[in-house]
């Protein structure tokens, strides 16, 4: 298989992590509210280039919330910060290489002279032997067509995510695997 390509960490990599670091990023803990957005289900697995899946692979996942703002000191995005989105999840894959998250889908957000940024979500995937910090975006967002780091990628159809229908109570779910060359 072919490796998932890099893409930049972002100016939004979060600074201080906060302390709710669980696979649930619509809630927080100790507080009582749910993140504001759609919520949404996101799995996959991390696999090497042979196809094998690669348990125990630390994953760091961060993102915008729902109106397009990182909880981030630098993102001086005018959209509001919402308390109740965690915005930022460590995780390992399970056995088998999986791994799933529970969040809120981001909105695009301006993103200086390269234009708006499409919704996505970073991940920071550490192996035994590769590390890789790569950006999962939604398929079927207009922003993807005009998204100058999407647009630069080398393989843009390897970092957009496929939809996988439906939970029973409604909640969308995506699916999005990453292949690490080594593992």
């Not at 289900?41 to 690669?54: F, N």
């Not at 939604?138 to 998204?147: M, R």
């Amino acid at each position: 298989l072919e490796a998932t390509p890099n893409e930049i960490v972002g100016p939004f990599y979060p600074i201080t992590k906060p302390a709710d670091t669980d696979a649930d990023l619509t809630m927080v803990a100790g507080r009582g509210s749910r993140a504001a957005g759609h919520v949404i289900e996101l799995s996959g697995r991390i696999m090497d280039g042979a196809g094998r899946p690669l348990p125990d692979m630390r994953l760091e996942i961060w993102q915008a919330n729902a109106a397009g703002r990182y909880a981030h000191p630098s993102d001086d995005n005018p959209a509001p910060l919402d308390p109740d989105f965690q915005g930022y999840a460590l995780l390992t894959t399970d056995a088998n290489g999986e791994y799933r998250i529970i969040t809120v889908k981001p909105a695009g957000y301006p993103g200086g002279r390269r234009g708006m940024r499409a919704p996505h979500i970073h991940f920071d995937v550490a192996g035994r032997t590769d590390r890789l910090v790569t950006q999962m975006y939604f398929p079927d967002e207009a922003l993807n067509a005009t998204d100058a780091l999407l647009r630069a990628n080398i393989r843009p159809e390897m970092v957009v995510a496929t939809t996988a229908g439906a939970d029973v109570s409604g909640i969308p779910r995506y699916r999005w695997n990453v292949v690490l060359r080594t593992g």
